[in-house]
């Protein structure tokens, strides 16, 4: 083990899919290593878990365990109450906070009167936490996440039978019903049925097979929409190229990942004002937050009839993005966190 810097296993409840937690915890684990810290990502999905992480835990590979998602954490110290020897940190993901019931709200009390630290990507997140339990304010750390894009050649309109002239709305979002998708083709049709230079590409992989199932179906009789399934992280920035606005229309956000790639590239937004995406930008300045479809069409219809306020505001999402959400700041404040945590070990 490297007696300069901390050793750090990092948990994820998944890594087959490409959905936030397997980008974010994907992100870090690589901008530690590049930093010279032993990092390790373990998922939830991997055949073997209980085994890996009981090897893991039994031979000391690690002085810190960091666990992405409350409520997971929580059924897991349930199975594995060895992580109680360890220094615990838990990065709240959004879904943690903002869809959990009576009993998930007991279980997350219970993980943070255990774990060192918590962490949030966004200030609301923090203020709600502090109002529940200001007992906890010593312990929750912001840190926003940072936006790291592989560049990859910039794909055609033409692969995907747009014509030149169309605005191309883009949504990068996993199929299930959080991400509340019939919003945003609820909002567009509006104005595709009035404009036929109106187009929406939507992209992500289907993680609820039901829900996915009946979005597809609806795609597939909208002649202004389609569906391209799920591009690898390493190939997203070609497709956020043909695009003229991104699209959030979540019921709940941790951190809008995707949107701020898309953002990061030039792109303004269409934001649902839910927890998580609020605050993000400034209405008007960056992109348009809405509630209900009538509002979002509005926003489209703004976008779509000035080029101009397209390029403007999409130069302000860029800088806004470039400024807030800075990758080597996070992995920064990551180190500064475990470093932090194995000095407390010694004491």
Not at 27 to 36: C, F, P, T, V
Not at 87 to 97: E, F, M, N, Y
Not at 179 to 196: C, F, P, Q, R, T
Not at 237 to 256: K, M
């Amino acid at each position: 083990m490297n007696n300069a810097n901390p050793a750090v296993l990092l948990i994820t409840p998944f890594h087959k899919s490409q959905r936030g937690n397997t980008l974010t915890t994907r992100r870090i684990r690589d901008g530690l290593i590049a930093h010279g810290i032993k990092a390790e990502l373990l998922s939830l999905e991997n055949e073997g878990f209980s085994e890996q992480l009981h090897e893991h835990l039994a031979n000391g590979y690690f002085d810190i365990i960091h666990a992405f998602n409350g409520l997971y954490l929580a059924r897991l110290l349930t199975s594995h109450p060895q992580l109680l020897d360890h220094p615990l940190i838990v990065t709240l993901t959004g879904t943690d906070l903002n869809q959990a019931d009576s009993e998930e709200r007991q279980a997350l009390q219970a993980v943070f009167a255990v774990v060192r630290q918590v962490v949030v990507f966004h200030e609301e997140f923090k203020a709600r936490l502090i109002r529940c339990s200001p007992a906890m304010e010593d312990k929750i750390v912001l840190i926003p996440q940072g936006i790291h894009l592989p560049p990859s050649p910039p794909r055609q309109r033409q692969d995907f039978g747009i014509p030149d002239e169309c605005t191309v709305f883009l949504l990068p979002t996993g199929l299930r019903p959080v991400k509340n998708v019939e919003l945003a083709l609820d909002g567009l049709e509006m104005l595709a049925g009035k404009d036929d230079r109106v187009r929406l590409l939507i992209m992500g992989p289907v993680i609820d097979a039901v829900y996915g199932k009946r979005i597809i179906q609806r795609i597939e009789a909208l002649p202004w929409a389609k569906y391209i399934g799920e591009i690898p992280h390493q190939q997203i920035s070609g497709i956020y190229a043909l695009g003229d606005v991104v699209i959030n229309c979540s019921h709940a956000e941790g951190q809008p990942q995707a949107t701020l790639e898309a953002m990061s590239l030039g792109l303004p937004a269409i934001m649902s004002a839910v927890p998580g995406n609020r605050g993000i930008m400034e209405d008007g300045r960056e992109g348009f937050y809405f509630s209900g479809s009538r509002e979002l069409c509005q926003a489209a219809l703004t976008l779509h009839a000035d080029p101009a306020l397209r390029q403007v505001m999409g130069q302000a999402a860029a800088e806004l993005v470039r400024q807030r959400f800075d990758y080597c700041r996070e992995i920064e404040q990551h180190i500064d966190l475990y470093q932090a945590a194995r000095r407390a070990l010694k004491y």
